[in-house]
């Protein structure tokens, strides 16, 4: 009787450890999603660091292919995401950031980042959402844009 009682004792401690063990290390997981806030999301990728769980989009237009301008609150940090049926050679999505609202398509960003077109989905690097940012669309990955989202 003894040796059943310790047994399941111990299959009990066992058990609930685990599941504390869970609950804790998911908790844990769950709010280190993000792993960059602001100027120290700018260059990255934001699906590495964790920032497309709770984007939004801002603003979207279609060039060949759907371009969206993303936004994340929890990185507070944008990027241009592109989504197409076809490789283009010459169709590139740009996340402009500026340091004062631009006046007009081609005034110079103080961060660009560019992606090219291909078949599916690809994004570009982040920018801090402290920057003026519209996504834009252009013929190289720092050429002066054609298109863009309006600027947030």
């Not at 602001?38 to 260059?43: A, E, K, L, P």
């Not at 169709?91 to 402009?96: D, L, Y």
């Not at 996504?135 to 990955?141: I, S």
């Amino acid at each position: 009787m003894r040796t059943s009682s310790l047994r399941s004792t111990t299959t009990t401690l066992i058990a609930l450890s685990l599941i504390a063990f869970t609950m804790l290390t998911g908790a844990a997981f769950a709010n280190a999603a993000a792993t960059c806030y602001g100027s120290t999301c700018t260059g990255q990728d934001p699906n590495a660091r964790g920032c497309a769980a709770d984007a939004r989009t801002l603003a979207e237009y279609t060039y060949s292919a759907r371009f969206e301008l993303r936004y994340s609150p929890a990185c507070h940090a944008a990027w241009t995401r592109v989504t197409s049926a076809t490789t283009y050679n010459t169709i590139f999505a740009q996340i402009n950031g500026y340091t004062t609202k631009p006046t007009s398509i081609g005034a110079p960003a103080a961060r660009t980042y560019g992606a090219q077109v291909v078949a599916g989905q690809t994004w570009t690097a982040m920018v801090s959402f402290d920057y003026w940012v519209r996504g834009c669309t252009a013929t190289w990955f720092t050429a002066t844009p054609h298109t863009c989202t309006g600027t947030f």
